[in-house]
């Protein structure tokens, strides 16, 4: 009788947690509702190597139907997505149809030039994005929509599933901290698609000078924000698999310290460490789900990761590859880990390799990743990530209600 309940339980929860790929139907996957849109007109295209339409990229799809596609804008990581994170990328041609590359992280400057807007009357978005406040994806999507409302030209969001759109979570970025890495006043885990955000954009008026950008959305089917979909594509080099998407949120906060969170090995963003980290034997066993092992790791130069942190010296950390994914879920942002090493790098007021201090342990960067300014000093003062996490509670929640009016998924 337990056998047979113990199967019922994991077949409810594989209904709750566990989604089919193949069920979901992206935006792309939608042609007979947008090339009617696209014919007769000049289309330009923003997507990497994530546009995909089953074994078939959205690109080949449009040229295979006739679609005038004059120019690809390509974002962080390069059309191609092996670039390293914020290296700059030339412009390039796409070598199978011909079709003009313009980079968006070309000469530093992110928006697409007067000449580039010249070349279409009608852009079409299809990307993967993972749903942070910190990755550039969406960036570089509303800085196309600022250009496109200056210009009159239409934007058509070929909509995919978020990845991190089960749940909300993180500080709403104070816009004294505006950057490259934070360009919206949203939490750090939003919860929508590309196309929920392009909505709000508009109806926030978020765009320069309140700007209205023409956005027609080509929704997901059979997809909901409870719906854990796993993409079939790696989006950026050092996001390798689900684990690592689903803790990134969590992670990527290393990036802003000396400590090394795995780019430049096997694992990166799946742990973390430095020179002069100390285990202790609290971190060696298991925690609830959390697989929490001692690792020591050297970070090497390789194409995703050019100039990785503590290039070539031996660290020594955490590794949290073997945690499960619904582990990494129930934690959402979770500063534990980067506590940890704070707490643990400042006790080694030396780095016995090189003799320099390792503190101060944050950079400036860390505002424009947590987006607010009151995180930093907390974590100074010996705060708990739990008590951490109080003081967004209302953010989050008031996100959740701005948020309703351009939600196109049932929560």
Avoid at 62 to 82: C, K, M, Q, W, Y
Avoid at 241 to 250: C, T
Wanted: aromatic share 10%; charged share 20%.
């Amino acid at each position: 009788m337990n056998k047979v309940l113990h199967c019922i339980l994991s077949l409810l929860l594989c209904s709750v947690f566990c989604s089919c790929k193949a069920d979901v139907k992206v935006g792309a996957e939608q042609t007979g509702e947008y090339l009617p849109l696209l014919q007769g007109r000049h289309v330009a295209l923003f997507s990497n190597h994530t546009g995909m339409v089953g074994d078939k990229h959205t690109l080949d799809v449009l040229v295979d139907n006739n679609v005038n596609v004059t120019a690809i804008f390509s974002p962080e990581h390069g059309f191609r997505g092996t670039a390293g994170a914020g290296d700059h990328v030339a412009d390039d041609v796409d070598p199978k149809t011909g079709v003009p590359i313009l980079s968006l992280y070309n000469k530093g400057s992110y928006k697409p030039s007067d000449e580039a807007m010249q070349q279409f009357d009608v852009l079409v978005v299809d990307i993967q994005d993972v749903g942070l406040r910190f990755y550039t994806y969406y960036i570089s999507m509303v800085r196309l929509m600022d250009a496109c409302a200056d210009a009159g030209r239409q934007v058509i969001i070929l909509d995919r599933p978020n990845p991190n759109g089960f749940y909300v979570d993180g500080p709403i970025l104070d816009m004294q901290y505006k950057s490259g890495v934070g360009w919206l006043p949203i939490p750090v885990v939003h919860g929508m698609t590309l196309g929920e955000l392009a909505l709000m954009v508009n109806g926030e008026h978020w765009l320069p000078e309140g700007k209205q950008c023409d956005v027609t959305v080509i929704r997901c089917r059979n997809y909901t924000h409870q719906t854990l979909y796993r993409l079939p594509v790696p989006p950026s080099p050092n996001l390798r698999n689900m684990l690592a998407i689903y803790l990134y949120p969590s992670t990527c906060y290393f990036e802003a310290t000396p400590v090394s969170l795995g780019r430049g090995t096997d694992l990166p963003f799946l742990c973390y460490g430095h020179p002069d980290y100390r285990l202790n034997n609290s971190q060696t066993g298991q925690s609830g789900d959390s697989a929490v092992r001692p690792i020591t790791f050297t970070p090497r130069s390789m194409t995703s990761a050019p100039k990785p942190p503590c290039q070539d010296r031996l660290c020594y950390g955490i590794d949290l590859s073997h945690m499960s994914e619904e582990e990494a879920m129930r934690r959402g942002v979770d500063l534990t880990f980067l506590i940890d090493a704070y707490h643990n790098l400042n006790n080694q007021p030396d780095d016995t390799v090189t003799g320099s201090p390792v503190t101060p342990f944050f950079t400036p960067f860390f505002e424009k990743l947590i987006g607010v300014g009151y995180v930093r000093p907390m974590i100074e003062e010996g705060k708990s990530a739990e008590d951490i996490r109080a003081m967004w509670q209302d953010d989050v929640e008031h996100f959740k209600q701005q948020r309703k009016p351009y939600l196109l998924y049932k929560e």
